[in-house]
C-alpha cells in the first residue's frame, strides 16, 4: 500500500489568489474527501468524490471546488482567498463502504497573507 | 449530523490501559463507530470502527455498548506514541450524502513516562 500522498506540505498564497492542493488516493479507494482542519479545531468536512461526482459536501462556499480523476486521484481548488482560508488541509480516501475506515495525508499546511 | 461527546483531555501512566469514552445516544441504526487519532504535526490515523459488536485489532478494541449509544476505545498498554488526539466519529451510510467523518474536539491524551 503506497497510502495517501498530498503535494505541496506547504504553500503561501496572497489574499484573493487561487490555489490548487493535489492528492493521490491509496491504491484500491475509490473514494475521497477532502478537509479543512484550522490550528487548535477538528478538521471540518469539504466535499467527496465517488466515481468522479461529488456526492457530499459541507458548509463551504463555491469557491471550494474539486475533482476525482478516473485513476481516483484528486484536486482541491480554492478561489478568491481570504484569509481565514489558512489551515492544513487533509485528504482521505477510502473503500466502497461505510465499514471501511477512512485513509488520510498529511496534509498541505495554507497560508494566506 | 449525529453527534459525540468526548472529555476533552485525558491522562494516563505509560504501560497502563487506558479507556477513552464517547457518547453518542443520537446514533442511529446504520452509524458506524469510528475512532481515529490525531499525532502532532499529522494527519488523522485510523484506529479502529465497529457496528454493533466489540472489535478487536492490533492497535485497540472497541467496546460498544448493548444500546449503542456510547462506547470506549481501549488501549491496553499505553506507551508515549500514543499520546495524539482522539476522536470519535459516526459514519452514515455510503450513498446517502452523509458518509463524511464529522469530527467534534477529540480527547487530548497524555501519557505520562
Known amino acids: 500500500e503506497t497510502g495517501v500522498t498530498q503535494s505541496p506540505t506547504h504553500l503561501i498564497k496572497t489574499r484573493g489568489q487561487q490555489v490548487t492542493l493535489r492528492c493521490s488516493s491509496q491504491s484500491g479507494h475509490n473514494t475521497v474527501s477532502w478537509y479543512q482542519q484550522a490550528l487548535g479545531q477538528g478538521p471540518q468536512f469539504i466535499f467527496q468524490?465517488?466515481?468522479?461526482?461529488?456526492?457530499g459536501r459541507g458548509n463551504f462556499p463555491p469557491r471550494f471546488s474539486g475533482l476525482q480523476f478516473p485513476n481516483y486521484s484528486s484536486e482541491l481548488n480554492v478561489n478568491a482567498l481570504e484569509l481565514d482560508d489558512s489551515a492544513l488541509y487533509l485528504c482521505?480516501?477510502?473503500?466502497?463502504?461505510?465499514?471501511?475506515?477512512?485513509?488520510f495525508g498529511s496534509g498541505t499546511r495554507l497560508t494566506v497573507v | 449530523d449525529a453527534k459525540t461527546t468526548q472529555p476533552n483531555s485525558m491522562e494516563s501512566n505509560e504501560e497502563e490501559p487506558v479507556h477513552l469514552p464517547c457518547n453518542h445516544s443520537?446514533?442511529?441504526?446504520?452509524?458506524?463507530i469510528h475512532w481515529y487519532r490525531q499525532l502532532p504535526s499529522q494527519g488523522p490515523e485510523y484506529v479502529i470502527h465497529g457496528l454493533t459488536s466489540n472489535v478487536n485489532n492490533r492497535m485497540a478494541s472497541l467496546a460498544i455498548a448493548e444500546d449503542r449509544k456510547s462506547s470506549t476505545l481501549i488501549l491496553h498498554r499505553a506507551t508515549l506514541r500514543d499520546a495524539a488526539v482522539y476522536y470519535c466519529i459516526l459514519r452514515g451510510r455510503l450513498g446517502f450524502g452523509n458518509e463524511k467523518l464529522t469530527f467534534g474536539t477529540g480527547t487530548r491524551l497524555t501519557i505520562i513516562p
Open positions: 482521505a480516501s477510502s473503500g466502497l463502504g461505510q465499514g471501511y475506515g477512512y485513509t
Open positions: 443520537t446514533i442511529s441504526g446504520t452509524d458506524y
Open positions: 468524490y465517488y466515481r468522479e461526482e461529488e456526492n
